[in-house]
Every structure is written in C-alpha cells, then in structure tokens.
C-alpha cells in the first residue's frame, strides 16, 4: 500500500512559478515510476510529466516541456514538480501517481496509486 499526499498548489500569476511535492509512504516508493497528471474542470485528466525509478529518465508532455521540471528524493519519498513560466491554462487540479509497469508511464491506467490532488490556478 503506498499513499500519497500532494501539496504545494495555489493562486499565481501568469510567468509565475510553484514547485508541487507528493508525499509518498511505503517502502516500495523508490522503485516506482511517478508521475504527475492534471484535470481541468469539464476535461479528462492529462499526462504532465513522469520519472523513472532512479530520477534518470523523465518524460513531458509537449504542453508543459521547457517550463516544468519533474524530479524526485528517493531518501525523502517525494517527488517534485517545478513549474516555471505558468499560464493560464495550467490551471487544473494536479496529481501525483504511482505506478511499477515497464516503460515510462504516461496513461491514467497505467498507475496503481493517486493522490487527492493540489488546486493550480494561473490567473492573467
């Protein structure tokens, strides 16, 4: 059983930053593949960015490449999301996941685990 606890969501600025934290317990965190997802209202959840279990392989979405940055701490079992340079249409609610299948994961079925999500609001 892993849990995760996401924080770190707020109000901000267009060409603003946030840096969002997922929490996990569990001894099994530092041989997961996390990632992070989004659901804007009256949209499905999306792919944002997902992290190997060692941190040395990372994948984005074409929406937020160049702008976010995912990382994590195995030693804390937390993973980071670095938000730089936010729009307004990167308000959503944000998730972290958990998931152990092969490959880096970037669909929802692909993860076991989820938060209960951060609010992003990007206003112009």
């Known amino acids: 059983q892993v849990q995760l606890v996401e924080s770190g969501g707020g109000l901000v600025q267009a060409g603003g930053s946030l840096r969002l934290s997922c929490a996990a317990s569990?001894?099994?965190?530092?041989?997961?593949?996390m990632g992070w997802f989004r659901q804007a209202p009256g949209k499905e959840r999306e792919f944002v960015a997902v992290?190997?279990?060692?941190?040395?392989?990372?994948y984005y979405a074409d929406s937020v490449k160049g702008r976010f940055t995912i990382s994590r701490d195995n030693a804390k079992n937390t993973v980071y999301l670095q938000m730089n340079s936010l729009k307004p249409e990167d308000t959503a609610v944000y998730y972290c996941a958990a998931g152990w299948s092969l490959g880096l994961l970037v669909r929802t079925t692909d993860y076991t685990y989820w938060g209960q999500g951060t609010q992003v609001t990007v206003s112009s």
């Open positions: 992290i190997n279990w060692s941190g040395g392989n990372t």
């Open positions: 569990g001894r099994t965190f530092s041989s997961a593949t």
